[in-house]
């Protein structure tokens, strides 16, 4: 079976969660079928087609941008029995490919552009573009894979005109050899934190979907000898940016401890950071999955998220976490962050146990080599029906 899998991301350049996703996922499925992967980028390596935006389009919206760097992976795909986008990034590409080619067209809905209205200030105009992309080749598409139940909900409300049997629900993974506690300090160290007190972690991008500025100003009252270290970098656009270092600087006049990492870390030291991270927090406003708390429970860390989407599918409240309600005063999910995250502060007893159950559950029930045999049977079924 030649499967091409379709995305924007892949190493070395994985700044989110679906980057991470589609990582493992074509490890895992090599192994199980005949994979081409096609992303963006520069070069091409053994299995990866990298391609790269149309030069003449430099300087224009970045929807169109992305259209070209579809059209391109379309016309690579020649010879493949099924194709397999990620985001909207790569929708286009496949179901292109699906027209030109007459081959199935499976897409991973990681998140949805109808539920993410922000993106409008990133993109202007190209947000009708990206949306018309994804519904387009969503209600087209042979399978659509939800990484959460919460997700499949979501998938049918916004595209009630797709059948309900294409929608299938296969949970994102976590390698949880690779992601496991590294009791070593270095990391820790160059970046000037204190590893004898505890710190609240975040590891994300700056975006409206990740709840930054929610969270920079929840965490203003907390326990004071906790310090707060914030891996978040990757801006989507000007205005976040601005108002990200607006709310950091002021952070940081009102406590002590406040570490602002911008640069992409490298693994080792995320994972090195997420072990001795107190308490791990999540304050997304919308979160298909989430698949940094993975990683957190992975590591042994208990985690503070959100009650939205598929969060509560991985976080396990009261077991190897806390979930704080979503609110349409920010001001009271903001205080609510605050509590969660104290309670947690306050009882490094019950924080640990959280941190173990955490990890047994990751463990157990989201491994990536699971979730590529569920993959990759779905793709048999298709070419059966094909």
Request: proline residues 6%; aromatic residues 6%; glycine residues 10%.
């Amino acid at each position: 079976m030649r499967v091409g899998l379709l995305t924007r991301e892949y190493p070395p350049d994985v700044y989110g969660g679906a980057g991470v996703h589609v990582e493992f996922l074509a490890r895992e499925l090599a192994s199980l079928v005949d994979l081409e992967v096609h992303s963006w980028g520069e070069g091409r390596g053994v299995g990866v087609v990298r391609h790269r935006p149309w030069s003449v389009l430099d300087g224009s919206n970045d929807a169109l941008r992305t259209f070209s760097v579809d059209l391109s992976i379309a016309a690579a795909l020649e010879g493949r029995d099924l194709v397999h986008s990620h985001t909207w990034y790569a929708n286009l590409a496949g179901h292109l490919a699906k027209l030109l080619y007459g081959v199935p067209h499976v897409v991973t809905a990681h998140s949805l552009e109808p539920l993410r209205p922000w993106k409008a200030e990133q993109l202007g105009g190209g947000y009708a573009l990206s949306g018309w992309a994804e519904r387009t080749a969503i209600e087209a598409a042979d399978a659509v894979i939800a990484v959460s139940g919460a997700m499949r909900e979501d998938i049918l409300a916004c595209y009630p005109a797709l059948d309900p049997a294409r929608v299938h629900v296969v949970h994102n993974g976590i390698d949880t050899r690779l992601y496991r506690p590294d009791h070593g300090t270095d990391a820790l160290t160059r970046h000037g934190i204190d590893p004898a007190r505890p710190y609240v972690l975040f590891v994300g991008r700056i975006t409206r979907q990740k709840g930054v500025p929610h969270l920079l100003r929840a965490v203003r009252e907390i326990d004071a000898g906790a310090q707060v270290v914030l891996c978040a970098g990757a801006p989507d656009t000007p205005e976040i940016d601005r108002e990200f270092r607006e709310l950091y600087e002021e952070l940081s006049r009102v406590r002590e401890g406040v570490f602002w990492i911008p640069q992409m870390l490298p693994r080792p030291e995320v994972i090195q950071l997420l072990t001795h991270a107190a308490v791990f927090v999540c304050p997304s406003v919308y979160e298909p999955l989430g698949i940094v708390n993975l990683e957190a429970m992975a590591c042994g860390t208990p985690v503070v998220a959100s009650r939205v989407g598929g969060i509560p599918e991985v976080v396990d409240d009261g077991r190897t976490g806390l979930l704080v309600e979503p609110a349409d005063d920010a001001s009271t999910f903001e205080a609510g962050l605050a509590r969660a995250l104290d309670t947690v502060l306050a009882d490094r007893d019950a924080a640990g146990r959280m941190g173990e159950a955490g990890r047994e559950r990751a463990v157990g029930e989201f491994g990536w080599d699971a979730v590529a045999r569920r993959t990759a049977g779905l793709y048999e079924e298709i070419l059966k029906q094909a």
